[in-house]
T-cell receptor, first 111, second 112 residues
Framework: GEDVEQSLFLSVREGDSSVINCTYT??????LYWYKQEPGAGLQLLTY?????DMKQDQRLTVLLNKKDKHLSLRIADTQTGDSAIYFC???????????FGTGTRLTVIP | DTEVTQTPKHLVMGMTNKKSLKCEQH?????MYWYKQKAKKPPELMFV???????INESVPSRFSPECPNSSLLNLHLHALQPEDSALYLC???????????FGPGTRLTVT
């Protein structure tokens, strides 16, 4: 939905950290998610965070949630060329049976 | 088995054809979804089935007709489509929606 926004493009050098940002307006969401989509493929669930948490780490991925500012970020450490993809943030709907996706950020990793 | 499968991968159909997209999951998930994704856009929800009953229909035209024969299978029947219906059609499943949706690889549909 239009209430989940992301910047469209991000370029980083291989080995650097990437930070992909997302803002949303509906604070009622219980969960927030990050998905990765490679060209011509479906969406891969990377990680998710419950709304009462402010950080979650999973190997190279760190999710930060600032609930007051309605801001979610995904940090990818030691970015590799295989990380090049479109990254979507998404929030759960009130019925928990739908996701509202952001516009997607195209991450390009430069060798 | 932790994947959602979709067939066919690619489909080209004329505006008078009838075809079906198929989706299968064996994770025991009770909710299944159809999403439509146009190029360079996020996925848009079409239908949700919960416990084999249609629970959400996002005002999708009747030329798209979903069917859930059992808890593992989800079909999308297509009839009299328009060229603007060309898109990637994604199936997904979830246990309860909160822990995330698991997507299949999609069917790339072209309507000529």
């Amino acid at each position: 939905g239009e209430d989940v926004e992301q910047s469209l493009f991000l370029s980083v050098r291989e080995g650097d950290s990437s930070v992909i940002n997302c803002t949303y307006t509906d604070s009622s969401s219980t969960y927030l998610y990050w998905y990765k989509q490679e060209p011509g493929a479906g969406l891969q669930l990377l990680t998710y965070i419950f709304s009462n948490m402010d950080m979650k780490q999973d190997q190279r991925l760190t999710v930060l949630l600032n609930k007051k500012d309605k801001h979610l970020s995904l940090r990818i450490a030691d970015t590799q060329t295989g990380d090049s993809a479109i990254y979507f943030c998404a929030r759960s709907g009130t019925g928990a049976n739908n996701l509202f996706f952001g516009t997607g950020t195209r991450l390009t990793v430069i060798p | 088995d932790t994947e959602v499968t979709q067939t066919p991968k690619h489909l080209v159909m004329g505006m008078t054809n009838k075809k079906s997209l198929k989706c299968e999951q064996h994770m025991g998930h009770r909710a299944m979804y159809w999403y439509k994704q146009k190029a360079k856009k996020p996925p848009e929800l079409m239908f949700v089935y919960s416990y084999e009953k249609l629970s959400i229909n996002e005002s999708v035209p009747s030329r798209f007709s979903p069917e859930c024969p059992n808890s593992s299978l989800l079909n999308l029947h297509l009839h009299a489509l328009q060229p603007e219906d060309s898109a990637l059609y994604l199936c997904a499943s979830s246990q309860d929606g909160l822990a995330g949706l698991y997507f299949g690889p999609g069917t790339r549909l072209t309507v000529t």
